[in-house]
Each structure stands twice: as C-alpha cells, then as structure tokens.
C-alpha cells in the first residue's frame, strides 16, 4: 500500500472580464500616444502629413471611448461592438504604421503588442483571429505600396536597414506570428484553467444549495456522493459516517458499490459499523485530518474498507472534519492511467465539497439528536407524553384506512408516592427506569412506549385485538411485579374502535378502566367496557 498525504495549495485570484475591458482601453489609449510620439522620431518617412496622423489618433481616441462606454451599457449584446472594436485597432495601428513610414516604421512593434494583449486579455481564439486580419492588412499595404496605390516605397524616402520592404514585410508578419502562437499557447492554458475554476465554483454553489435543503445524514451523503460524482468522474466512491469520531458506517455508495436504496439486511458488510485498524489509510486520514491518496488498499491493513471497493485502485480517502473532529471520509476511485496522478487542483477542489459536506453532516447529527431529546423523556428513554399522542393519532388514522384495531394500555405504579417519601427520590427514579425497561422488554417491535406522566406509563399497540388485548396486559403486570423492584401496577385497557372512535375517547377509556383497576384492589388489569365508554 502506498499513501501519500497532500499538503493544501493557496488557489489563485480570478481576473473579472471587467477589469480586462479596461485593460483593452488602457492598450487603447497608451497606443495612441505611442502613434503621437512616433511622429517626431518618423517625420522624415512620413507619407501623411502630421495634422492628418494627429486628426485620426485623435478620431482613434474618441470612438475607442465611445465604443467602450457603448459596450458596457450593451451588456452582453455589445459582443458584436467589442469584436469590431478590435477590427479597427487593426485598421488604426496598420494605417498608422504607414504613414509613419511603412515597412521600417517602429509603430510596426504597437502590433505585435495588440496582439499579445488581445490573446492574453479576450481570448486565444480571439487573437489567432486578430492575427489574420493583422497579416492580411500588412500583406494589403505592402501590395498597394508596390503597386503605386499607395505612396511607393522611394517617395517615402525609406532606409531598409533589413533587406529590401518585401523581405521586411516577411519577417514581420513571421515575427508577429510567432508571438502570437506563443501567447495564445499560454492563454489557452490560463482560458482552459479558469472554466475549471469557475465550472468547479458553481458545482460548489449547487452542492451547498442542496445541502442546506436537507437535515438527514444519509440524504447528506448522498449529495456529496452525487455531486463528487458528477463533477470529478469517479469511478465509485463511498461516503462513510463517523457519529462518534471512531466507528465508521457508510452512508451512502456509487458505482459498484449498492447505494443506500438497497436493503441493509442484504450487505451486511456495508451495514455493519468498524472501527479502523491503527495505520490503516482510513484511520491515518481520520486521525491526521489530511487527504490521502492511495494506489491500492491493503486487504489486511484495511479489509472493511477493500470489501466495499474490492480491487480499487487509485483511491482518494478526504476526512470530513468538523468542529475540530472527523464525522466521516469520502473514499473515491479515480480514473487514471498506471504512474500518473491525480490533479492537485482536483484534490484541493473536492477538499472543499468534503468541507461543507461534513458541516451539514455534523448539523444534521445534531438535529437529530435535538429530536430525539424532544421527542422522549429524559429519565425513562422513552417517548414522550407529546410523541405518545402524535403515536397514538397516527396509529388510529392507520387503523381507519385499513379497518384496523388499535389497543391502548394505561398503567400506573401501586402506592408511588409512599415509595418516594419511604426510600427517597433517588430510588423512586430507579423504580421508574426499571420499570421503563420492563417495558421495553415486553413491546413489540412496532409498540410505541411512553411515558404518559408522572408514574403513569402508557402503551400504543396496533394490531392487538380486543380478545388479545387483557392478556398482553396481564403479561405486563406480571413483568413489572417480578423485576425486582417491589412495585405492582394497576392498567387499564381499551381498544379501538370498540370502546373509542377517536384518541380523546380512547385515552378516556383506558383511564376510566384503570381507575377500576385502581379501585378494585390495585396490581390487576381491567378492561374498559363499551357501554361506560359511549
């Protein structure tokens, strides 16, 4: 096995398209000025007069202005104005060149320049283009030079310190060339770098939309399952869950490992908790809190682990901490080829889809808890007085719907109170969790038991039917007075919809038939009888 932890890298800044807008007027303006400061160097080679090279930088100046104050109003329907405002910079600096002496004018140099701003500031794509209208336009004036068209090569009164104009047009065009290959290379890394930057932002923002919609840690697991799928191409990749910061269980799974719609009774190797051996991958990145890369598990070091992702290879284990703790790891399988690695910037990216991740899984545990706490009593561990009667009412709409019975059974401690002021509150506590145990005890699965209040306890049990009814109640009886707490319990018993047709007259009817209870000697149970009970 071969782990190696990564270390975090500080991500770069992101120029916004703004700024490169401005960027183009700032080129803009300073090119002008060049133009304008050439003249004095050119004014021998002149083939324009100087108020006329003046007048169209000046009319340069202006519009390039106009444009850019246009495009920003046009929003995203100036794109046509910025291309062919990029156009007429070609036309500008071509003309200017000429008439600041053609093949050996230094403003020559001002277009090379364009053409690196404009692949560096628009785009790659944008400044090959840029480089063919440059080209066609040197080649064009060339041709209108020679052919008399133009003002010709002699009467410009050129010195051609490098070979003959043609030879100076070639070499030109070869150099413009090459600079602008070379930066649209550049470019289209820093173009192809910035769509993954911003393409893995806004999967972050989509994750962290999902996440706060929901409150369960499964459907937390699997959103970042879903999403690390989605936006890095995993092969498979499992999302554990660490409630206790030790015993790993796993939430949710892709690719050839069952997902959470699955029955648990079915994998039981999934279902099952583990803690990791010391020096396993897992357990190193949990307790490090640092990503790991693995090229392949090591069976012994790690078998709960190889189990669920048999013959994985070039694994990626990212702890999920939070609060200062490991709730979790997201173990993903990438693909890649033998003695390659995975992306830096792919680790760092999917680090901080485990971070949020790992908030809302530590925030839906806690919710959790929250609704556990307020929907059980505190002493007992059992439900509540409030979970009763939600229990109760959801029960008795079952039972409607399918024309079902629903038995109620109230029970109260014999002689509570003397045990209190006899032995203390400290043994009356004990009495009421054996007691709580003991009925736990004899539930079944599906019973819903409570505290009702005080010494009073109660019992949901739908399904249980009339005749059965007295004697599952007996049966308790029995449980309590033998637990060895030396207590008895009065109950009352009543099923609907014989003795009720609703919760309200339900209760009622146990009650009345526990006070019976109560009255008749105590350690029994009565049942309620339909006459007193309409």
């Not at 010709?152 to 150099?175: K, R, S």
């Not at 019976?516 to 350690?523: D, L, P, Q």
Request: glycine residues 8%.
């Amino acid at each position: 096995m071969t782990v190696r932890a990564v270390t975090p890298e500080k991500a770069g800044e992101l120029v916004p398209l703004a700024d490169r807008l401005r960027f183009m007027l700032v080129f803009r303006v300073l090119a002008a000025v060049a133009v304008l400061l050439a003249i004095p160097l050119t004014r021998d080679h002149l083939v324009e007069s100087e108020a006329t090279v003046v007048a169209a930088t000046a009319g340069f100046l202006v519009l390039a202005l106009v444009c850019h104050v246009a495009w920003r109003l046009a929003g995203r329907r100036g794109a046509a104005l910025f291309s062919g405002m990029l156009i007429l910079d070609a036309v500008f600096l071509a003309w200017a060149a000429y008439a600041t002496g053609g093949a050996g004018s230094p403003i020559r140099y001002l277009i090379v320049l364009e053409l690196v701003a404009v692949a560096l500031l628009a785009s790659y794509r944008t400044g090959i283009k840029l480089a063919i209208w440059q080209s066609l336009l040197i080649v064009a004036t060339y041709y209108g030079q020679k052919g008399g068209v133009l003002v010709p090569f002699d009467d410009a009164g050129q010195t051609n310190i490098i070979g003959t104009p043609g030879e100076q047009t070639i070499v030109f065009v070869g150099v413009l060339w090459a600079a602008t290959i070379a930066t649209a290379g550049f470019s289209a890394i820093n173009e192809r770098e910035l769509r993954r930057r911003r393409s893995d932002l806004e999967a972050l923002a989509k994750l962290t939309a999902r996440l706060e919609r929901e409150s369960e840690p499964r459907g937390v697991a699997n959103e970042l399952l879903n999403a690390a799928i989605e936006s890095f191409d995993f092969r498979r990749a499992v999302v554990l869950g660490a409630k206790d910061g030790e015993r790993f269980e796993t939430l949710a799974g892709a690719g050839a490992v069952p997902t959470t719609s699955d029955t648990d009774a079915a994998i039981p190797s999934i279902a099952a908790a583990t803690t990791p051996a010391t020096g396993s991958a897992l357990e190193l990145a949990a307790r490090s809190r640092t990503t790991q890369l693995v090229s392949r598990l090591d069976s012994s070091a790690d078998p709960w682990l190889d189990a669920q992702l048999p013959g994985a290879r070039n694994l990626v284990i990212i702890p999920l901490a939070a609060e200062g703790g490991t709730v979790g790891a997201l173990v993903a399988e990438h693909e890649s080829r033998a003695g390659s690695r995975i992306e830096t910037r792919l680790v760092h990216t999917v680090e901080r889809f485990a971070a949020h991740a790992a908030l809302a899984l530590r925030n839906a545990w806690l919710l959790e808890e929250v609704r556990a706490l307020a929907a059980s009593d505190p002493l007992t561990g059992l439900a509540n007085r409030m979970t009763f009667g939600d229990s109760l009412e959801r029960e008795l709409a079952r039972a409607r719907r399918d024309d079902g019975e629903v038995t109620l059974v109230l029970l109260d401690l014999d002689h509570f109170k003397k045990l209190n002021d006899t032995r203390g509150h400290q043994a009356g506590d004990e009495v009421l969790r054996r007691t709580a145990a003991t009925l736990r005890e004899q539930q079944r699965t599906y019973d819903v038991a409570a505290r009702y209040g005080g010494e009073e306890f109660a019992l949901v049990a739908p399904g249980l039917s009339t005749d059965d009814a007295p004697a599952t109640a007996e049966r308790i009886r029995a449980a309590i007075e033998s637990n060895g707490c030396e207590v008895t319990a009065s109950i009352g018993v009543a099923t609907y919809p014989r003795d009720a047709s609703d919760a309200h007259t339900l209760v009622a009817a146990a009650d009345a038939a526990l006070y019976r209870a109560k009255h008749a000697g105590r350690n029994r149970v009565d049942q309620a009888d339909p006459a007193l009970s309409r």
